[in-house]
Nanobody
Framework: QVQLLESGGGLVQAGGSLRLSCAAS????????MGWFRQAPGKEREFVAG????????SYADFAEVRFTISRDIAKNTVTLQMNSLKPEDTAVYYC??????????????WGQGTQVTVSS
């Protein structure tokens, strides 16, 4: 049974940082492309960042480029999203995804429950 458990969300002031973690069980990260998505109130879920199964390539949405970094720890079977210089428009529920189609950004079938990120101005 695959489970993705996100943590690390919270309330932060604009300009601050947060580090989101996604602990995976029931799958091995080195076999899956992994991604982070987010969904703000009243908006569709959107791609944030992706990482290939090999760990050799990363991709980011334009708004995440430079400010966000996706990485993984194979030993801990964990994927991390480091978010810096946060803006109020980054406020959303952030979701971890396994099985991402790396080039098309189409999400895979495995999702975490999400973690809330709120950025105050």
């Amino acid at each position: 049974q695959v489970q993705l458990l996100e943590s690390g969300g919270g309330l932060v002031q604009a300009g601050g940082s947060l580090r989101l973690s996604c602990a995976a069980s029931g799958l091995t990260l080195s076999n899956y492309n992994m991604g982070w998505f987010r969904q703000a109130p009243g908006k569709e879920r959107e791609f944030v960042a992706g990482l290939t199964w090999s760990g050799s390539m990363t991709s980011y949405a334009d708004f995440a480029e430079v400010r966000f970094t996706i990485s993984r720890d194979i030993a801990k079977n964990t994927v991390t999203l480091q978010m810096n210089s946060l803006k109020p428009e980054d406020t959303a529920v952030y979701y971890c995804n396994a099985g991402l189609m790396y080039y098309t950004k189409v999400p895979g079938k495995y999702w975490g429950q999400g973690t809330q990120v709120t950025v105050s101005s």
